[in-house]
């Protein structure tokens, strides 16, 4: 599982959620995570979350941390585990960071009624793919959020704190797939 974090912003419109997109743009072949930082506006048209579309509830965000995670394997039940496992990661260290409890609906973490995240998990005739998305900014969304910054962390901290994110989840991916090989089988 490879780990990479850009530098240079890139705002997430939905059309990054695309197979391959890691490796087209940025040369990452196989299992990978890609962290960036940017604006999030997601159209209806561009949204894979239908139950989203059918509420007419476009994303939106000023300032966002984003992942995308694809995994070449076409299991979609496993893809949303992973999504779980990853946004249990997230809670993990942003409470071991800030001090501050979160709660995990779903794939969504809270502060209360105020949200942090969005995330949705999706197939592609290749892979399975994972974004999730960690407002950095509250201003100006469309529902009660938390931002990052309001947790306490400065601007030069986040794409650090992004970087330790995406270590843990390919750390814990690459945990997962050591196990399956050290045990045996039982009849």
Do not use: W
């Amino acid at each position: 599982m490879i780990a990479q974090v850009l530098k240079l912003p890139l705002n997430y419109d939905g059309t990054q959620l695309s197979s391959l997109f890691a490796f087209r743009n940025y040369g990452l072949q196989g299992d990978s995570i890609l962290c960036f930082r940017g604006k999030c506006q997601v159209a209806l048209t561009e949204m894979v979350d239908l139950a989203d579309v059918r509420e007419n509830a476009p994303i939106f965000s000023e300032d966002m941390l984003h992942f995308i995670i694809e995994h070449f394997d076409h299991s979609l039940e496993t893809t949303v585990v992973r999504q779980r496992l990853f946004i249990a990661i997230i809670k993990e260290i942003i409470e071991e960071k800030t001090g501050i409890t979160f709660s995990r609906r779903g794939d969504d973490l809270f502060r209360g009624d105020f949200k942090l995240s969005v995330s949705i998990a999706t197939a592609s005739p290749v892979s399975t793919m994972i974004h999730t998305g960690l407002n950095i900014s509250s201003l100006n969304t469309p529902v009660p959020t938390i931002g990052l910054v309001d947790l306490g962390l400065s601007e030069e901290e986040i794409l650090p704190f992004g970087e330790i994110i995406a270590q843990k989840y390919a750390s814990e991916i690459k945990s997962i797939r050591a196990a399956r090989c050290k045990v045996r089988g039982v009849n």
